[in-house]
């Protein structure tokens, strides 16, 4: 399903509740995600960045996993 616009709150915490693994792969950032903590709050696994505010934040608190986001490998 691909829906195109900005979520409610209500859609957006469905569609993290229904998710089995959150995927957030921005470009690398020093501030935090709000996906991400979302994803974290809910439960739910995410695979991120492995730069800037992601790469110390997901595995310290064992929230997913990283990876190079920008790299085709």
């Known amino acids: 399903i691909l829906i195109d616009r900005y979520l409610s709150a209500e859609e957006f915490a469905g569609a993290i509740g229904a998710a089995d693994l959150i995927l957030a792969p921005y ?9 991400t903590l979302q994803a974290a709050a809910a439960g739910k696994r995410v ?14 608190f064992q929230l997913g996993d990283t990876c190079d986001c920008q790299s085709p490998e």
């Open 27 to 35: 470009k690398p950032q020093p501030h935090p995600s709000g996906v």
């Open 47 to 60: 695979l991120t960045s492995d730069k800037g505010w992601f790469a110390h934040v997901v595995p310290t």
